[in-house]
């Protein structure tokens, strides 16, 4: 386990295990993760608490959760370089929370585009829950004064409330939380949907041809990217009007590490069903070995029950003593 000494820079960021984990999460996120373990003081969660904001079928959230952990590891997060924890099991973000909402605007709060996203597609549960869902975000990242947030583009909003808050609670109290900074990667921040390539690429579309699963067979893989819906023209380029060939020179680009003009040469005088097939077989490659790792790690429950359990502990030590510093400087009694 990392010593809490060391002078490396704090990172920390999570994921949702709400089912199907995506290509989006994975280049937008997951593999910009591994990569800032080598430089950084890496923390990640499983906020399986964040997930409750829709409703969860109790057995399949169970086993999501498990799986989100070992994929986490399958794409090479190493639990034993950056400690990986599950987000209910560390209390303090349910209680640091709770502190953070007493210092967070109602009218911020309505203005966080994805609570009115997810208020108009679950209009039959519009909890409180949903509502504060940045409030417990906020708590997640402060509680461990984390310099930089690695997330796709669509959690940058979060991000700034989360430094609102903070900076509201330091300048009435005093410097007690740091100011978190966004990491959003130039590549892959944003992928879109396969079929309407207006909008992110997200697990909850109900159309399956939409998103690519990290898990996804190679076949179904292929088979999506070959639907891809694409415009009228013929020319594989980055353009206006062109949104899906635009998402999936991308996702090209994020895969390959090749430029947009690099793959634009490549592809010169080629078709788009060409192209297409090409970016599938890319992505098809990219996923293999961590398919199979998380098959392992998936059959191997007591290294994950472990690993879970000793990250845990670790965020639990270093968390209680952020969340001590704010109750103090509110007033609390200490114990
Ligand atoms: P979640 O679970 O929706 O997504 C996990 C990560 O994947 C990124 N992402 C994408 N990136 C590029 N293109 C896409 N189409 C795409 N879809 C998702 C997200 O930006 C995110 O980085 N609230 C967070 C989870 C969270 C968290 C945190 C993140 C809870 N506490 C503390 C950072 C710090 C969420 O719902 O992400």
């Not at 799986?67 to 399958?74: C, E, G, P, R, T």
């Not at 303090?92 to 953070?100: I, K």
């Not at 697990?203 to 399956?208: F, P, Q």
């Amino acid at each position: 386990m990392p010593e809490t000494t060391e002078k490396k820079k704090v990172i920390l960021s999570a994921i949702q295990p709400s089912g199907t984990i995506t290509l989006g999460n994975y280049l937008g996120a997951l593999r910009n993760w591994v990569k800032l373990q080598e430089d950084y003081h890496c923390i990640f969660a499983v906020a399986d608490l964040h997930a409750i904001t829709v409703r969860q079928e109790p057995k399949t959230f169970r086993q999501n959760i498990l799986n989100a952990y070992a994929l986490l590891l399958a794409c090479g997060i190493d639990p034993t370089k950056s400690p990986v924890f599950i987000q209910s099991h560390v209390h303090t973000h349910a209680e640091l929370a709770w502190l953070l909402n007493c210092y967070t605007q109602f009218g911020e709060l309505s203005r966080m585009t994805q609570f009115k996203d997810k208020s108009q597609k679950h209009s039959d549960n519009v909890n409180a829950g949903l509502f504060t869902y940045p409030t417990l975000m906020a708590a997640d990242i402060l509680l461990y004064q984390a310099d930089m947030v690695p997330v796709g583009a669509d959690q940058k909003q979060h991000l700034e409330i989360a430094r609102n808050i903070a900076e509201r609670f330091n300048g009435i109290y005093g410097n007690t939380f740091k100011l978190p900074e966004p990491y959003i990667a130039q590549v892959g921040a944003r992928v879109m949907s396969l079929q309407d390539p207006t909008k992110k690429m997200s697990k909850s579309d109900e159309n399956v041809n939409s998103w690519v699963a990290v898990l996804d067979k190679p076949e179904t893989i292929m088979k999506k990217f070959k639907r891809a819906v694409t415009d009228s023209d013929t020319v594989v380029c980055v353009g206006e009007g062109k949104d899906g060939i635009n998402n999936l020179i991308g996702i090209m680009s994020a895969v390959t590490g090749k430029t947009s003009e690099e793959i634009t040469a490549e592809f010169e005088g080629k078709g788009y069903g060409d192209f297409k097939a090409a970016v599938g077989e890319a992505v098809i490659e990219e996923l293999r070995p961590i398919q199979e790792r998380f098959n392992d790690y998936i059959n191997n429950k007591d290294y994950l029950v472990e690993q879970y359990r000793k990250g845990s502990e670790f965020a639990l030590k270093l968390s209680q003593r952020t969340l001590d510093k704010a109750m103090k400087k509110i007033g609390f009694i200490a114990k």
